[in-house]
């Protein structure tokens, strides 16, 4: 069965300082593994997504590896701002079924 | 605007109560999802469905309901048969797998309902 960790579990910055999120998965066989972002009392939105065939995916800010062998992403946020505080989960889908098995997630505070 | 809508945002239900979260998607995605939060946790996966007329149990099925008559729609009955209900109800779509190279498997999400027991 797939395990999703993500440590920390918080995170607090200054603003300006680079961000460094990391995501541990158990099953290699994995299909992709996804990013989101959730605001308090809110859904998720989706950040970036890693098929399992590339090693990175980048948008913006955000840039997100993926190590398939050693079964770890990162998500790298440059240059945080104060609106960046959020949590962050990842979840890698299976290979088949489709599931979405989620980590704890990583709750930041980036402050001014 | 295409996307995910949960209704209602924040629902009370009684002891003893069925309750019924509605899900609506027109992002064209076969497959849907039911996931469940509770403070400071991860999502555990309750029911997913990748096609209509389908659907399967995931982590935590016991005392919650699905039925997918429409491609559009997934909705879950939280029964009077589980016994902690109170938590934050997250629905999701995507494509259940690529069927041509242009199609992702990005999963998006509504904006979750917030269940309460009184």
Known sequence: KQEVTQIPAALSVPEGENLVLNCSFTDSAIYNLQWFRQDPGKGLTSLLLIQSSQREQTSGRLNASLDKSSGRSTLYIAASQPGDSATYLCAAMKAAGNKLTFGGGTRVLVKP | ?118
């Open chain 2, 1 to 118: 605007d295409g996307g995910i809508t949960q209704s209602p945002k924040y629902l009370f239900r009684k002891e003893g109560q069925n309750v019924t979260l509605s899900c609506e998607q027109n992002l064209n995605h076969d497959a849907m999802y039911w996931y469940r939060q509770d403070p400071g946790q991860g999502l555990r996966l309750i029911y997913y469905s990748q096609i209509v007329n389908d659907f399967q149990k995931g982590d935590i099925a016991e005392g919650y309901s699905v039925s997918r008559e429409k491609k559009e729609s997934f909705p879950l009955t939280v029964t009077s048969a589980q016994k902690n209900p109170t938590a934050f109800y997250l629905c999701a779509s995507s494509h259940p797998e690529v069927r041509q190279l242009a199609m992702n498997t990005e999963a998006f999400f509504g904006q979750g309902t917030r269940l309460t027991v009184v």
